[in-house]
């Protein structure tokens, strides 16, 4: 069965500070994947997309970057964190294509506190 | 492009009352929509999806949802709320012509005993 492994769970990093989030998918091959965050209160924004190795699209400008070294593996990184990189970073896949691209399997999340 | 409203940000219900959580949605083509469920401090999971089959669709837990193309519309409902439904909920919507994921806002489900 295919499972998805996220960490670090919990965060807490200084401002200006460097970012290293990872994300690897187990069961499954040539998924894409996803970043999104969730601000408190707020709903998903998608950061970055991956639909195969070395290809990443960004969906928010941002200081933030995202890797896929390979096919199952989505970093998320920053060389210098902001107070407002805070929030709650979910990593998701998905082999659909078409109709029931939508139908994602999510990681457990990284609680990332920016002080 | 489409896009996904959520109506109510908060719904608060009794154990063992209806749950009704709205969601209408614009879209140029033919959507897929889905109803997503996170418990604090988790991912998402997915409870049930519309890809253009049967209009009224089951998923998990008991929920089911309707497509009402004429009000745009993709209601939750669950017949009788328990404590464990406590949670935020999500509907999505994604259309051609890339099937691009717009999500809602999100309504916090609180379960009365």
């Known amino acids: 069965s295919q499972t998805i492994h996220q960490w670090p769970a919990t965060l807490v990093q200084p401002v200006g500070s460097p970012l290293s989030l990872e994300c690897t998918v187990e069961?499954?091959?040539?998924?894409?994947l996803y970043w999104y965050r969730q601000a408190a209160g707020r709903g998903l924004q998608l950061l970055f997309y991956?639909?195969?190795?070395?290809?990443i699209s960004s969906e928010v400008p941002q200081n933030l970057s995202a890797s896929r070294p390979q096919d199952r593996q989505f970093i998320l990184s920053s060389k210098k964190l902001l107070l407002s990189d805070s929030g709650f970073y979910l990593c998701?896949?998905?082999?659909?294509?078409?109709?029931?691209?939508?139908?994602?399997?999510f990681g457990e999340g990284s609680r990332l506190t920016v002080l | 492009a489409q896009s996904v409203t959520q109506l109510d940000s908060h719904v608060s219900v009794s154990e063992g009352t209806p749950v009704l959580l709205r969601c209408n949605y614009s879209?140029?083509?033919?959507?897929?929509l889905f109803w997503y469920v996170q418990h604090p401090n988790k991912g998402l999971q997915l409870l049930l999806k519309y890809t253009s089959a049967a209009t009224l669709v089951k998923g998990i837990n008991g929920f089911e949802a309707e497509f009402k193309k004429s009000e745009t519309s993709f209601h939750l409902t669950k017949p009788s709320a328990h404590m464990s439904d406590a949670a935020e909920y999500f509907c999505?919507?994604?259309?051609?012509?890339?099937?691009?994921?717009?999500f809602g806002a999100g309504t916090t489900v609180t379960v009365r005993a």
């Open positions: 879209s140029s083509y033919s959507p897929s």
């Open positions: 999505v919507v994604s259309d051609l012509p890339d099937y691009k994921l717009s």
């Open positions: 069961g499954t091959s040539n998924p894409n």
């Open positions: 998701a896949w998905t082999v659909y294509r078409g109709p029931d691209t939508g139908e994602l399997f």
């Open positions: 991956s639909v195969g190795i070395g290809q």
